[in-house]
């Protein structure tokens, strides 16, 4: 396989577990990560995940606290939770009706586009009307595909970073005094610099994980 810039950034991008706090990402190379973010896919086109930077040095401490005191969270240059929608991604909110009269113009096409197509066919034959539970989760998934841009986009500019899924999810929602009827947080991650040598790759083959039908 020919070697690209891209794939060389993959190979060098692990999960960082301690951060050089010495090191900042300067402001420019931080702002085109976050715009990234903005620009990365969303079913539907909904973008139901928001980011909430954590800079004040008391609020990193209590993330920290309820991310099982890993070091990541003051250490890293840039923390990042991120949220997810719940109610508001029912087919009947205001808020999907926005989206999609972004995309389509005429009320009937707008009714049909949250009713039928979101609505019937992709909440209710999965279950996700009937249970807000299985909406935030199907609304959370949306926020590991922001992340992960923002992740390999941080790699290809030589910044490392650490995705945390360990933490007391109450704890940050309570911190953070979300509504948690209309909002859940999902994932947090660190960006900064590494300081620890990387470790080792362990990937399986190609022949492994593809399946030709």
């Not at 009714?111 to 034959?125: F, V």
């Not at 923002?150 to 933490?167: K, Q, T, V, W, Y």
């Not at 704890?171 to 990387?198: H, N």
């Amino acid at each position: 396989m020919k070697q690209d810039a891209f794939l060389q950034a993959m190979q060098s991008r692990f999960a960082c577990k301690i951060f050089d706090k010495t090191k900042k990402i300067p402001d420019d190379i931080f702002a085109a990560i976050l715009e990234s973010g903005r620009l990365a896919p969303s079913s539907f086109g909904l973008e139901p995940t928001r980011m909430i930077l954590v800079q004040s040095d008391i609020m990193k401490e209590q993330i920290k606290q309820a991310c099982w005191g890993q070091a990541q969270i003051t250490d890293a240059s840039a923390t990042i939770i991120y949220t997810s929608l719940k109610t508001d991604m029912l087919p009947h909110t205001n808020y999907i009706f926005d989206k999609f009269a972004r995309r389509v113009k005429t009320s009937e096409e707008i009714k049909h586009y949250a009713y039928e197509r979101y609505g019937q066919r992709k909440l209710e034959a999965l279950g996700y009307i009937a249970d807000t539970e299985k909406l935030g989760l199907w609304s959370g998934h949306q926020a590991y595909i922001m992340a992960t841009t923002m992740m390999n986009h941080a790699a290809f500019l030589g910044i490392d970073s650490c995705m945390i899924e360990g933490f007391d999810k109450k704890i940050i929602e309570s911190v953070l005094a979300l509504d948690t009827f209309k909002e859940q947080v999902t994932l947090v991650m660190c960006l900064g610099y590494r300081g620890m040598p990387q470790s080792k790759r362990l990937r399986m083959s190609l022949d492994e994980i593809v399946r030709i039908i």
